[in-house]
């Protein structure tokens, strides 16, 4: 037999997150995706409503998503622009009910640490900030409440325009960014155990920078966090393979299996079935986990 590639060292791999237990040495994360907002990237608006954003969650639940990660603010500065009050008005009660109804770990994708304030006292476990703390009082917030705090690299201030991004070394300066933040992180109070890193694919970068981040994604395990890979329908490849966004999912399990081979221990997801079946696939070729069942010449 061929040897399998060498698995990352993980700090803290075992975790408790919500009501769910983790051990990122031996299994495979998927983050379901579900926005509350009428322009976002993917969906455009399917779940802005409350009821559907719920169900759509539930169901993400019982398809495998061990987290849903919850966005009422879409990334890009040309979507309508999202008051904090109005973010809180779309993020908590949703929180409250999927909690309610389910021990699925809720994650809340927002930069501003009231809305996360909010949001955990409504049920919710993980920040998932992709400013990378631009907000100064996330770290200090996950320390107090214990919350998971996943840190991105993006490299304009949230919701700004970054034209024609550039690099000398793209995985070497967000490695590097990412490093920082975890130290900032640290010394606020932060435990290692609460920390995932998230190299920002497509986020302040172009295509060309992406497929760098992914061809060199091992080197954002050695971070120490478990590392989230968030692919799911990107415009790197919707370039790459010259797809619309509703043709990107062969293309999107294709390079989450790249990036699980090189270390990814968490998937963010549109699609929760592939990206579950993806991740089972994984762990079995990583020889972390046997076949559900074995029939065949046996």
């Known amino acids: 037999m061929g040897d399998v590639p060498a698995l990352p060292v993980i700090t803290d791999a ?12 031996a299994r495979v994360a998927v983050m379901a995706i579900v926005n509350r907002t009428k322009d976002s990237f993917f969906d455009a608006g399917r779940t802005f409503e409350l009821q559907p954003a719920v169900e759509a969650a539930l169901a993400a639940a019982e398809q495998g998503a061990d987290i849903v990660d919850i966005g009422g603010v879409p990334f890009s500065p040309d979507a309508r622009d999202v008051s904090e009050a109005e973010e809180i008005d779309l993020i908590t009660p949703f929180v409250a009910e999927v909690t309610r109804l389910s021990d699925v770990v809720v994650s809340v994708d927002t930069f501003r640490s009231a809305v996360a304030a909010a949001a955990i006292d409504a ?8 400013s990378g703390l631009a907000d100064r009082e996330l770290a200090p917030l996950a320390a107090r ?3 998971t705090l996943v840190l991105t690299h993006s490299k304009a201030a949230p919701r700004t325009h970054l034209p024609r991004p550039t690099y000398d070394d793209v995985v070497g300066e967000v490695r590097g960014f990412l490093a920082e933040r975890l130290q900032r992180a640290l010394s606020v109070g932060v435990r290692p155990d609460q920390l995932v890193v998230d190299p920002g694919p497509d986020l302040n970068k172009n295509t060309l920078h992406t497929l760098e981040i992914c061809r060199r994604f091992e080197e954002f395990t050695t971070l120490g966090p478990p590392v989230l890979a968030a692919l799911s329908n990107k415009d790197f490849i919707g370039e790459t393979l010259d797809r619309p966004k509703e043709r990107r999912l062969a293309g999107t399990v294709a ?8 270390g990814a221990r968490l998937v963010r997801a549109h699609d929760v079935a592939a990206a579950v079946d993806a991740a089972r696939m994984a762990e079995a070729l990583l020889g972390l986990r046997e076949p559900g069942y074995l029939r065949h010449n046996m």
Not at 17 to 24: E, L, P, V
Not at 123 to 130: H, K, M, P
Request: hydrophobic share 30%; net charge positive; with cysteine.
């Open 255 to 262: 390079t989450t299996m790249w990036c699980l081979e090189r």
């Open 123 to 130: 049920g919710a476990s993980i920040i998932n900030d992709t």
């Open 145 to 147: 409440t214990g919350a």
């Open 14 to 25: 075992r975790r408790r997150i919500g009501r769910r237990s983790f051990d990122f040495d």
